[in-house]
């Protein structure tokens, strides 16, 4: 699985290629992954400006007005920037940009998603999730506070 830092450099890798650009489409090729690509992603996101690419635990968040695309590589996905139309076997989902460069979701074990999350609303994968590692809010206080009556491996804490 794709660890957090690994994560990191895909969404700081496809922030110069899409921050500002239009989603021109998004083409779907095969649906079926960790859970089913939603039919009318394309209806919610064609014309939308992409306004930020963040990254929240393992999911990267390709931000626009009307909300999130949210994009988790499971287990062996990844996602590349390519101008050209060939694509290969697990090459399950592109998002064609105004530029002319698309980011092509590619999982060989589909155990990744992309999903739409609407503008204002909390996903329910997001809502449970600790602070950010390099954010202030996580700190030596917030660390001793969930430790303090736990026993057991810090692999697992943590």
């Known amino acids: 699985m794709p660890e957090l ?5 895909s969404c700081r890798g496809i922030e110069p290629h899409a921050k500002g650009q239009k989603i021109s489409t998004i083409c779907v090729r095969q649906p079926k992954l960790r859970w089913p690509v939603d039919p009318n992603l394309n209806k919610l996101v064609a014309g939308q400006k992409i306004e930020g690419v963040k990254r929240r635990a393992k999911y990267l968040q390709l931000q626009t007005a009307k ?13 590349k920037i390519v101008t050209d139309q060939a694509v290969t076997k697990h090459d399950h989902l592109d998002i064609v940009l105004s530029n002319g460069k698309i980011i092509r979701f590619n999982d060989p074990r589909r155990f990744g998603c992309v999903l739409f999350n609407q503008q204002g609303r909390q996903h329910p994968l997001l809502v449970n999730l600790g602070p950010e590692p390099l954010s202030d809010d996580f700190d030596a206080a917030y660390l001793y506070k969930k430790a303090k009556t736990r026993k057991g491996a810090i692999k697992n804490l943590l």
């Open 5 to 9: 830092p690994e994560v990191e450099t």
């Open 67 to 79: 909300g999130d695309l949210l994009i988790h590589l499971g287990m062996s996905g990844s996602l």
